[in-house]
């Protein structure tokens, strides 16, 4: 049955403070649940917790998802959850072309979007109940890869092939993956620099929808998949038709 809200239930969000996680935890505020959001940075969670308001259901949290033993104590500390998602993303310096890539930068994106992912499904399963969900959040570059995203590629579609098994392994609870476009949020500072608009303007004018992303068009896919109890396993692909083009 899909449910209509999210009322008094209890969600993580992982890259809950900047971008579509920030969208998606004021969504999930406004339907009546209670938020967590987590981040490696105690002063951008601080500045999310001002903006957001709510202080009586929102909390904040501390923790690098790439070392196992803060996600354990992370879900230690936390109890039981209803749904889990991460739009945690470190991408910064790997966006080269392949004789510029430096190995621990692709090491950070692999740590950020796979084995953070991965780490969540281990420690936070046994804390959701039946009926709860893991959203994770892959990206148009695993297939319509350009020059210079070769390692967020591949990463996103490794992370889509993780959903899939994770799903078979961890079901009856839900495990899906939002597959973003191009989507107007801080992380194109890593990918664009100064040209930021005007990339983003010129992928506008090639794009279906007439337009690039917005992190609320991410975070109504989010709590689709969070809500609806009979999708697992998938990537739901919101990316404006750039798979068209």
């Known amino acids: 049955m899909q449910r ?16 579509m996680g920030l969208a998606l935890a004021g ?16 002063a951008k969670l601080s500045a999310a917790r001002d903006e957001l308001g709510r202080p009586g ?28 998602v991460s739009t945690a993303a470190a991408i910064e310096g790997a966006y ?24 969540l499904a281990k420690h936070g399963a046994p804390k959701l109940p039946p009926t709860g969900s893991l959203t994770f959040v892959s990206g148009i570059a695993a297939y319509r890869p350009a ?26 609870i839900r495990v899906n993956a939002v597959s973003p476009g191009w989507v107007d949020t801080p992380i194109w500072a890593f990918v664009a620099g100064e040209k930021k608009d005007e990339t983003l303007a010129a992928m506008a004018k ?9 992190p609320q068009d991410i975070a109504d896919a989010i709590g689709f998949l969070i809500r609806n109890g009979f999708t697992t396993g998938e990537t739901l692909h919101v990316e404006g038709g750039h798979r068209l083009v």
């Not at 209509?4 to 971008?19: A, C, N, Q, T, Y």
């Not at 999930?28 to 959001?37: H, K, R, S, Y």
């Not at 259901?57 to 889990?84: P, Q």
Request: net charge negative.
């Open 4 to 19: 209509k809200g999210m009322d008094m239930e209890k969600i993580l969000i992982v890259g809950g403070s900047s971008g």
């Open 147 to 172: 020059a210079r995203g070769s390692v967020v590629a591949a990463v996103n579609a490794a992370l889509e092939g993780l959903v899939r098994a994770l799903a078979v392994e961890l079901a009856p």
């Open 27 to 42: 969504r999930c505020l406004e339907e009546g649940a209670n938020v967590i959001i987590a981040g490696r940075g105690e």
């Open 206 to 214: 090639r794009l279906p929808a007439g337009r690039v992303g917005q």
């Open 96 to 119: 080269r072309l392949l004789p510029e890539i430096e190995l621990s930068a692709a090491q950070r994106v692999v740590e950020s979007k796979f084995y953070g992912p991965l780490l």
């Open 57 to 84: 259901t929102l909390e904040t949290a501390v923790v690098d998802i790439s070392r196992e033993d803060e996600v354990a104590a992370l879900f230690g500390r936390i109890g039981r959850l209803d749904h889990i």
